[in-house]
């Protein structure tokens, strides 16, 4: 306990005074969840929670994504008072921000071309990864939400801001349930929400085409769950956390006590998550589809868990338990860069015949632990071999940014 105490301080003792300690916690709690379970030892094991929703429903994997792009909103607001506050003009602001959402477009591009099947003989890169790259994924739609709200919040007076996010989600809503499309039988659809025939499907398999979404596989539509239709109400959640954002930087300019800020999150949280709930009948709540729905609810409970983290770390002061996840939260970025990186080269090394990864889920982990356990084994393993490397990287300050 005392080993752990000074560990905890070592780290905390780093953090700048004016950060936002709560909000870096969040950060962390959150990538290193999207680390675990984007990483099981077999795909073929993993308990419930820890997998998403085959379609319509959620699970507690279902909100990794949108906390992501809930926290990139609240950094919006942070970072760009902040550089405001230099005297940064707007043209300034936008410049930064367009290479920011450049590099992290282009990193999402090179984890889709980084693999190369060792294992078969036949394996065309050429053919099956450049020339069929999926051409949207995590990275690339963080990229567009946030340069879309950096856009907006530095050009729109800041109640046309806020009222974007509920009007682009009726702006979805309208398009999804009552545009007509077709398929190249001459059949028409509307209204449909079922996965592979629904117009966000149609818009990706006619303008994206099948070559370079997700799933090629849905019928009569591919699909892509970061696809273009469904990035709108994505914008609709980083509002939310621009909203919060805001607030809490009013909140602390007033001198607000930390406890109302957490009731008055607190209520917005269950409003919105409530919300959620009750749209649920007429819009499913569908992670794939980014439902409204879904929207209110990941928003809700995203809300509910920074207002947790206010109250035990800022209000009440207990941090020490924070430490591994201030380490993965300062190094976002990096650390799923890393692992995504590393799982596909623990994919791609052969050995006697499946790759490498296989091998040693089949010949240590199952064995010892089963299937389940085994596969969640590795996925602990992997954040354990994870966070060695990012303390160290903590330790010599070596913070990598886009």
Known sequence: MVFFSRYAESILSKIPSNRMLSLDVFRGLTITAMILVNNPGSWSYVYAPLSHAQWHGWTPTDLIFPFFIFIV????????????????????????????????????????????????????????????????????????????????????????FYAMGPLLLVLYAVLMLCVPYNDTQGNVYQGLLIKGNNLAAWVDHLLLTTNHVYDSSTHPFS????????????????????AVGDYLQRATQNRTPLLPQVKML???????????????????????????????????????????????????????????????????????????????????????????????????????????????????????????IFHYMYKKRIIWKV
């Open 266 to 388: 607190l209520f917005w949280g269950l409003v919105l998550t409530s919300a959620g709930w009750l749209l649920d009948p007429v819009f499913p709540i569908n992670k794939q589809l980014w439902s409204p729905s879904f929207v209110f609810l990941s928003s809700g409970i995203a809300i509910l868990s920074l207002a947790l983290c206010i109250y035990v770390i800022d209000h009440r002061g207990i941090k020490g338990w924070s430490a591994p996840f201030i380490v993965f939260g300062a190094n976002s970025i990096a650390f799923y860069l890393f692992a995504c990186i590393a799982e596909r080269i623990l994919i791609m090394v052969p050995v006697q015949g499946i790759s490498l990864k296989a091998f040693l889920f089949s010949h240590v982990y199952q064995p010892l632990l089963g299937n389940y356990n085994g596969s969640l084994a590795w996925s602990l393993s992997f954040l354990i071999v994870s966070y060695v």
């Open 73 to 160: 909103g609240v950094s919006i607001s942070l970072s760009v008072t902040v550089m405001q506050a230099k005297g940064l003009s707007q043209s300034a602001i936008v410049h930064s921000s367009a290479i920011r959402a450049a590099k992290l477009f282009a990193l999402g591009l090179f984890l889709a071309l980084f693999y190369f099947n060792f294992i078969a003989d036949n394996y065309d890169w050429l053919e099956q990864r450049l020339y069929s790259i999926r051409l949207l994924g995590v990275l690339q739609r963080i990229a567009v939400v946030y340069l879309f709200c950096v856009l907006s919040y530095l050009y729109l007076p800041k109640k046309y």
């Open 223 to 242: 699909f892509d769950p970061e696809g273009l239709l469904s990035t709108l109400p994505a914008v609709a959640s980083c509002i939310s956390g621009v």
